[in-house]
């Protein structure tokens, strides 16, 4: 298994233009999520999804948007980016087991707007 | 008041030594917690869970205290290895996407 894979793994946007970030997951997992990882801060909730066509926000999902058509990808769409989205985004996944469930994450993208 | 709060360290420490980590978390309902490794530059992952019963794994031992609401990690014989960032996780809720991560205690492990 590749566990969860992200592309690209490093972007620079000027401001106002728009980029997706792509994940992949091959475990089956129902959980998928999107962090955010400021310098010297712990990860923020942008969005989530527990299945297919079901997504829901986290912390800080304003100016970010998400889709979930399968079970294996779930993309992050940044429409019109800003500084402030300079950050390092991880996905994740999970099987859902109650209070036991971890989600194994991917490497990450850097992404800098300028 | 911070949801989980972390010493950001640095923890500087020689090989060999004992290093310990806390972190306690505000929300009294929370239900499970675990402490996750972040290598610079790297993505968080699951070093292991930690159980009322207190729990190890090697050289590592972690415990929980529910009535102060404060989770420990105990590295002990410390490895070049080790250096990296700790991560106290905490969940508040039924799903994990009520996951609240604390910022991370940074430990580096000197020769």
């Known amino acids: 298994n590749a566990g969860v894979t992200q592309t690209p793994k490093f972007r620079i946007l000027k401001i106002g233009q728009s980029m997706t970030l792509q994940c992949t997951q091959d475990m089956n997992h129902n959980y998928m999520y999107w962090y955010r990882q400021d310098p010297g801060m712990g990860l923020k909730l942008i969005y989530y999804?527990?299945?297919?066509?079901?997504?829901d926000k986290g912390e800080v999902p304003n100016g970010y948007n998400v889709s979930r058509s399968t079970t294996e990808d779930f993309p992050l769409r940044l429409e019109l980016a800003a500084p402030s989205q300079t950050s390092v985004y991880f996905c994740a996944s999970s099987f859902p087991r109650g209070t036991a469930d971890k989600p194994f994450f991917g490497p990450g993208t850097r992404l800098t707007v300028l | 008041r911070k949801e989980v709060e972390q010493d950001p360290g640095p923890f500087n420490v020689p090989e060999g030594a004992t290093v310990a980590f806390n972190c306690t978390y505000s929300n009294s309902a929370s239900q499970s917690f675990f402490w996750y490794r972040q290598d610079c530059r790297k993505e968080p992952k699951l070093l292991m869970s930690v159980y009322s019963s207190g729990n190890e794994d090697g050289r590592f031992t972690a415990q929980l205290n529910r009535a102060s609401q404060y989770i420990s990690l105990l590295i002990r014989d410390s490895k070049l290895s080790d250096s990296a960032t700790y991560l106290c996780v905490v969940l508040s809720g039924a799903g994990s996407y009520q996951l609240t991560f604390g910022k991370g205690t940074k430990l580096s492990v000197i020769p």
């Open positions: 999804s527990v299945g297919a066509g079901i997504t």
